[in-house]
């Protein structure tokens, strides 16, 4: 089957998939893995490896770019000592407590022999990049505290780039090149840190190209160069691509963004690269389906659940770790949240695609395999659909039942209002006996009334939902002020550059509104 014809294919099931998931109650991408573990079972089709280049050349330089992009600086700024203890000396940590770990667990148990703390070291490093994708899609459907999807996303972004030079450093341990500590941390530093220039000098160019256009399609393409140009121009000289990209996204984001483009353009902006986040992400997660092999997990179950238990341990561990230091100060953090920081942690592609680089003659390069697929199985699974009871089990969010109930009394206090209009009409025209329509008047208001303070008892019992309301009523307006604007203009009531103006404005309002 053509390349083409595959792609299609894999859009198609994609589609259906996010179809299918509206009518239940399950993530995205928790769906999109189970469908690609049915479809390989199957051998429905012989999808494309999911790659070392595929991944790092096309999926990851999209994907990181838009999550960066949407990062407000300010917040990470706030946040900026949680987010880098986490990143950085946590993922090192995390790296040394599984190969301490996971080393004489593996050989005492018998899983396997002569497997040394370096080749722990490799499946730690390995293991440590976390993908919260699927679980911060249930964060923004929820309503999360937006710190605590700050938190997870960040966190995210800037392991990603620490894992992947670990993973280097950590090869060189094993095929016998001599390191020290200290040449150890100095690469570190010059690979992020060149990256981190590399990212930074590429956002800061695009964004003064930004400032000096004012074309939506123009500054697509000049917010795409800077994410994959950004991504692989760090790649060649041997330096952070992730890192690169990372910084190009939230300069883009916040200053390009902010200062160059126009209300109407950054809309623009922002829904194209919220498709390709969405596109990329359906295909990274089918193929991670499509790659298992249940065999070769059926066969490694053991060493696989106990590496399993071994990386979830040891990021509750840092997790826990580190809250309990920042609560002396102003970045401390809420006992529920580290457990859903922890729980959020999930293993997505990156790590798949780590371990397939691994050359064929690599020692227990087939056990390493089924480990890291067991490992991002088990935790997109596990982790992905449990998260929503988790959130509402801790309190951090409300329950289903009682924002059922809120929806449930809007909708019957929108259509008694209804009722209450209709009746006007339906007087004005005689449409029945005054007497009648006196008396289902009475009715409809008394429902008006009831209605009414039941909601009052909701927004006082919870606050949330009050602003909500508010924000939806300006968002429904707003958007009732855009299509007059536009209505007016095809009447010929004012010329095109008045409606660019006033339709820039209520544009400027909206992403204020969605922003806040």
């Not at 855009?482 to 660019?500: L, N, W």
Request: charged letters at 15%.
């Amino acid at each position: 089957m053509e390349t083409e014809t595959i792609l299609i294919l894999l859009f198609v099931v994609a589609t259906a998939v996010a179809i299918a998931v509206q009518r239940l109650a399950v993530p995205y991408t928790v769906a999109l893995v189970f469908t690609g573990l049915v479809l390989g079972l199957l051998h429905a089709f012989e999808a494309p490896h999911l790659t070392k280049a595929l991944l790092f050349n096309v999926f990851l330089p999209g994907l990181l770019f838009d999550a960066a992009f949407h990062i407000e600086f300010k917040q990470f700024w706030r946040n900026r000592l949680t987010i880098n203890s986490l990143a950085l000396p946590g993922v090192v940590v995390a790296i040394a407590l599984t190969a301490v770990i996971l080393t004489p667990v593996a050989n005492g148990l018998h899983f396997v022999q002569d497997f040394t703390w370096k080749h722990a070291l490799v499946f730690g490093a390995i293991i440590s990049a976390t993908d919260p994708i699927a679980v911060v899609a249930i964060f923004n459907s929820l309503g999360v505290p937006k710190r605590l999807s700050v938190l997870l996303n960040s966190e995210s972004l800037l392991n990603d780039g620490v894992a992947i030079v670990f993973f280097t450093l950590s090869l060189a341990l094993v095929t016998g090149t001599v390191v020290t500590a200290g040449g150890l941390a100095l690469d570190f530093i010059r690979i992020v840190g060149i990256g981190a220039l590399i990212g930074a000098g590429v956002g800061l160019a695009v964004s003064q190209v930004i400032k000096q256009v004012d074309d939506p399609m123009i500054e697509i393409t000049l917010t795409t160069i800077a994410a994959y140009g950004s991504f692989l121009a760090a790649e060649h000289f041997h330096y952070s691509g992730v890192i690169a990209t990372v910084t190009a996204g939230m300069l883009c984001g916040n200053y390009g963004a902010r200062v160059g483009m126009s209300p109407s353009t950054r809309i623009a902006v922002e829904t194209f690269w919220e498709y390709v986040a969405f596109a990329l992400n359906s295909i990274v997660f089918l193929l991670i389906g499509l790659e298992v092999h249940f065999q070769a997990l059926l066969d490694s179950w053991q060493v696989i659940l106990v590496a399993y238990l071994v990386v979830t341990g040891g990021r509750a561990l840092i997790i826990f770790f580190a809250s309990s230091l920042l609560r002396r100060t102003r970045e401390r953090i809420p006992w529920a949240w580290s457990v859903i920081l922890t729980w959020g942690g999930l293993r997505g592609g990156l790590p798949m695609v780590l371990v397939l680089s691994l050359a064929k003659d690599f020692p227990h390069r087939d056990l390493l395999v089924s480990m890291t697929f067991g490992v991002v199985i088990l935790s997109i699974l596990v982790h992905g659909l449990s998260m929503s009871p988790l959130l509402r089990w801790l309190g951090i969010v409300r329950g289903h039942g009682e924002r059922a109930a809120y929806e449930l009394m809007r909708g019957k206090l929108q259509a008694a209002h209804s009722a209450l209009e209709e009746l006007d009409r339906m007087s004005h025209v005689h449409f029945a006996n005054p007497e009648v329509l006196a008396s289902l008047r009475r009715e409809y208001e008394q429902k008006v009334e009831r209605g009414s303070a039941a909601l009052d008892e909701l927004h006082l019992e919870r606050q949330q939902l009050h602003a909500e309301e508010v924000q939806w009523a300006r968002r429904h307006l707003l958007l009732v002020e855009k299509g007059v604007v536009i209505d007016a203009f095809h009447r010929g009531h004012f010329s095109q550059t008045v409606q660019e103006k006033l339709l820039a404005d209520i544009d400027a309002q909206l992403l204020r509104l969605e922003s806040s």
